[in-house]
């Protein structure tokens, strides 16, 4: 048997960054020639893509954890390490991807169309990239930073054309055995079918895709029978085929009233009102079905129903059905917003990673949150003191230091960068920091210097930002 899955839980890891390298270059008789560590490889991303010759989240159900590779460590002779290489993970067709509260981050929809769920970490940047005019030989390299992990939701919604609904055993599975090339399990007990059966269909020039869901009963809607779960795999569908039994040896049956609580039921699960539906009235085979049909199409007609009689058994009446379902899709189909490119990509919002913000909280401690701080702290191995003193000229460059000291901080007050959870937390020593400021970059020593007027100041330390934050953008791997 084969299992039809159709909602899993998969934790995704996309590759860490390899580290920057901090190398000297050595010739024979020049022992000191320059930096040369080379920069870290990016770490892989984990991407999803459609790919239409997969029709279960069956795989992902069986092992959920995936992980991209690393990216490879800089290295001396200023070789770059490899990047991570990413993981593509294959999806069937209609697959939305959510977040764990529900929220839907992307819905996958056409061949090829792919989402970064998670993205890799960038490499960090060797000492030769590292290295300035004020900075020669950077004895120091950047940390790689960690691939990002998402526990994401991958849900199936079947994309076909026209979906069969009806009581169990009307024989909507029957129907697409006999429209299609597909071969659904067929019994005459309810609920034969558990799973969405996917068929395509051929009628003149169109083409289209039929799919049944388990069969439904009053109720379903509170959970009786299978419920409505699986009429998630109607919702793309743009025809709705009520199948009515006009055969069942049930008393308190018969096709209107079905209708009746088959409408009732969708309209619980909401969202599908707007789809035409015809009316089929099956099992015309059996001489009282074939009466009873004749007595209740008057009815659906007059409410504004297309009633086809048709055998499934027999094959009669499945040539004007299938016609029928073709043109009204081909009315859908033309209807629909041209799909743009074949090839969609999606990937998460950038997050805006121009700004920062600093907190004083509750206990006195001040907070940096911001993408850029954030990400410097990441790449900052602090058992390298230059590495430290690098990562306070660029903080106090983006301006941290003088929004900390507007904020109210004080020598020796604490201050974290990150997240509650994961934040590197110092004690502000001003002095040092600020000094990077007042006596200029280091190896550069203002006192030295004229004094200049302060409005002059103030333009030559913009001035001297703006070139550090494109110095360092320049050298951005991504
Ligand atoms: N006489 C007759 N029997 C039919 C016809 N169509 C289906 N059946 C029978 O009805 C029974 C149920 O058919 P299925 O196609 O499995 O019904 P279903 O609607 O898919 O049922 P579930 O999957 O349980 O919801 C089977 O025994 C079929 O052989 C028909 O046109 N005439
Ligand atoms: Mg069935």
């Known amino acids: 048997m084969t299992t039809f899955v159709d909602r899993v839980e998969l934790h995704v890891a996309a590759g860490n960054g390899g580290h920057g390298c901090a190398s000297v270059h050595r010739e024979k008789f020049k022992p000191l020639g320059g930096p040369d560590g080379g920069n870290g490889g990016r770490g892989g991303d984990v991407i999803l893509v459609v790919d239409q010759s997969v029709t279960t989240l069956l795989d992902y159900h069986h092992s959920p954890h995936r992980k991209a590779t690393n990216g490879k460590p800089g290295e001396g002779g200023n070789r770059s390490g490899k990047d991570g290489q990413d993981l593509i993970l294959p999806v069937p067709d209609g697959t939305v991807v959510l977040d764990k509260q529900g929220n839907v981050l992307a819905d996958l929809v056409g061949h090829g169309t792919s989402y970064v769920a998670a993205q890799g970490g960038r490499g960090g940047l060797g000492n030769a990239a590292l290295a300035s005019a004020r900075r020669k030989a950077p004895g120091f390299a950047l940390l790689g930073e960690p691939g990002d992990l998402q526990d994401i939701v991958l849900e199936l919604k079947t994309v076909a054309d026209v979906a069969l609904v009806g009581y169990p055993s009307a024989g909507k599975s029957s129907l697409i055995s006999v429209l299609s090339a597909a071969k659904p399990k067929i019994a005459d007990y309810p609920f034969t079918t558990l799973v969405p059966n996917l068929g395509v269909v051929t009628a003149g020039e169109t083409v289209y895709t039929i799919a049944d869901v388990p069969g439904l009963i009053p109720g379903a809607s509170e959970?009786?029978?299978?419920?409505?779960?699986?009429?998630?795999?109607?919702?793309?569908?743009?025809?709705?085929?009520?199948?009515?039994?006009?055969?069942?040896?049930?008393?308190?049956?018969?096709?209107?009233?079905?209708?009746?609580?088959?409408?009732?039921?969708?309209?619980?699960?909401?969202?599908?009102?707007?789809?035409?539906?015809?009316?089929?009235?099956?099992?015309?085979?059996?001489?009282?079905?074939?009466?009873?049909?004749?007595?209740?199409?008057?009815?659906?007609?007059?409410?504004?129903?297309?009633?086809?009689?048709?055998?499934?058994?027999?094959?009669?009446?499945?040539?004007?059905?299938?016609?029928?379902?073709?043109?009204?899709?081909?009315?859908?189909?033309?209807?629909?917003?041209?799909?743009?490119?074949?090839?969609?990509?999606?990937?998460?919002?950038?997050?805006?990673?121009?700004?920062?913000?600093?907190?004083?909280?509750?206990?006195?401690?001040?907070?940096?949150?911001?993408?850029?701080?954030?990400?410097?702290?990441?790449?900052?191995?602090?058992?390298?003191?230059?590495?430290?003193?690098?990562?306070?000229?660029?903080?106090?460059?983006?301006?941290?230091?003088?929004?900390?000291?507007?904020?109210?901080?004080?020598?020796?007050?604490?201050?974290?960068?990150?997240?509650?959870?994961?934040?590197?937390?110092?004690?502000?020593?001003?002095?040092?920091?600020?000094?990077?400021?007042?006596?200029?970059?280091?190896?550069?020593?203002?006192?030295?210097?004229?004094?200049?007027?302060?409005?002059?100041?103030?333009?030559?330390?913009?001035?001297?930002?703006?070139?550090?934050?494109?110095?360092?953008?320049?050298?951005?791997?991504?």
Not at 271 to 299: E, F, S
Not at 300 to 321: D, I, M, N, Q
Not at 440 to 467: F, I, M, N, V, Y
């Open 223 to 478: 959970g009786r029978g299978l419920g409505l779960e699986f009429l998630r795999h109607v919702e793309r569908c743009s025809v709705l085929v009520h199948v009515l039994d006009t055969a069942t040896l049930e008393s308190d049956r018969d096709p209107v009233s079905d209708l009746d609580i088959i409408e009732a039921e969708l309209r619980q699960y909401g969202g599908l009102d707007d789809r035409p539906r015809i009316v089929v009235l099956n099992k015309i085979d059996v001489p009282d079905g074939k009466d009873l049909a004749q007595m209740v199409r008057p009815d659906l007609e007059e409410r504004g129903y297309r009633v086809f009689e048709v055998s499934a058994v027999a094959h009669t009446g499945l040539k004007e059905l299938s016609y029928a379902l073709a043109e009204l899709v081909g009315q859908a189909r033309a209807a629909k917003p041209k799909e743009e490119a074949t090839r969609i990509v999606i990937r998460p919002k950038a997050v805006d990673d121009t700004g920062f913000t600093v907190v004083q909280e509750e206990d006195g401690l001040y907070r940096v949150r911001g993408e850029k701080p954030e990400r410097w702290v990441r790449q900052t191995d602090f058992n390298n003191d230059e590495a430290v003193g690098y990562l306070a000229d660029r903080l106090n460059r983006l301006g941290v230091e003088e929004e900390l000291m507007k904020a109210g901080a004080r020598s020796g007050d604490g201050v974290a960068i990150g997240p509650e959870d994961n934040a590197v937390v110092f004690d502000w020593e001003p002095t040092m920091m600020a000094g990077a400021e007042m006596l200029g970059r280091r190896g550069e020593d203002h006192r030295l210097e004229a004094p200049r007027p302060a409005a002059q100041r103030r333009k030559d330390r913009q001035a001297e930002r703006d070139e550090a934050e494109r110095e360092y953008d320049d050298f951005e791997p991504f």
